[in-house]
């Protein structure tokens, strides 16, 4: 009965944050495959470590974590020297025109690491800077600071011409 009861909160976890932990680790990955099996891998952990877990508000930001700490795993034992984005659409992430979605990508893409990985865990998972700090090991402070970074980095690579042209009003 224990076991059943453990199994069903699992899955219940697992569909209500499924679709949530694909669409970061596709980011994190930029391929469907290597998302899917940093996934799977996160699972099968989740399930071995969920006894546990003691507090269920925590369970989004665990799981997300263990997705962080196994794509983490997975560049370390195959060391992808460059991963070449699918030409799949995330639809509910990227915008309808293609062109638009493109540039998204690629602005995304020339961000630094550590900025990309804390700007998708904010908007894809909808983390605080404190959980976001716990899950990449760094101070609140220093996410915040990513944060802003990178959001000034896409608005420069996103809106070229716009900033070039405030620069020289100023």
Same mark, same amino acid.
């Given at each position: 009965?224990?076991?059943? /009861?453990?199994? #069903?909160?699992? %899955?219940?976890?697992?569909? @209500?944050?499924?679709?949530?932990?694909?669409?970061?680790?596709?980011?994190?990955? /930029?391929?469907?495959? +290597?998302?899917?099996?940093?996934?799977?891998? @996160?699972?099968?952990?989740?399930?071995?470590?969920?006894?546990?877990?003691?507090?269920?508000? &925590? =369970?989004?930001?665990?799981?997300?974590?263990?997705?962080?700490?196994?794509?983490?795993? #997975?560049?370390?034992?195959?060391?992808?020297?460059? =991963?070449?984005?699918? #030409?799949?659409?995330?639809?509910?992430?990227?915008?309808?025109?293609?062109?638009? &979605?493109?540039?998204?990508?690629? &602005?995304?893409?020339?961000?630094?690491?550590?900025?990309?990985?804390?700007?998708? =865990?904010?908007? =894809?998972?909808?983390?605080?800077?404190?959980?976001? $700090?716990?899950?990449? $090991?760094?101070? %609140?402070?220093?996410?915040? *600071?990513?944060?802003?970074? #990178?959001? +000034?980095?896409?608005?420069?690579?996103?809106?070229?011409?716009?900033?070039? &042209?405030?620069? *020289?009003?100023?």
């Amino acid at each position: 009965m224990l076991f059943e /009861r453990r199994k #069903a909160a699992f %899955e219940g976890a697992v569909d @209500a944050y499924y679709d949530d932990l694909y669409r970061y680790a596709f980011w994190l990955c /930029r391929n469907q495959w +290597q998302a899917e099996d940093v996934v799977q891998e @996160a699972l099968a952990r989740a399930w071995r470590g969920w006894s546990g877990l003691r507090e269920a508000r &925590a =369970l989004k930001s665990w799981l997300f974590t263990i997705v962080h700490h196994e794509f983490v795993r #997975a560049v370390k034992r195959v060391r992808f020297a460059s =991963l070449e984005s699918e #030409a799949q659409d995330v639809a509910s992430d990227l915008p309808t025109d293609p062109s638009s &979605a493109i540039e998204l990508r690629r &602005a995304l893409r020339i961000l630094p690491e550590e900025s990309r990985q804390a700007l998708l =865990l904010q908007v =894809l998972g909808g983390f605080s800077c404190a959980e976001i $700090g716990t899950m990449l $090991g760094m101070r %609140e402070g220093a996410v915040m *600071t990513r944060l802003t970074r #990178a959001r +000034q980095a896409l608005r420069r690579n996103l809106e070229p011409d716009e900033f070039g &042209a405030e620069a *020289t009003q100023s």
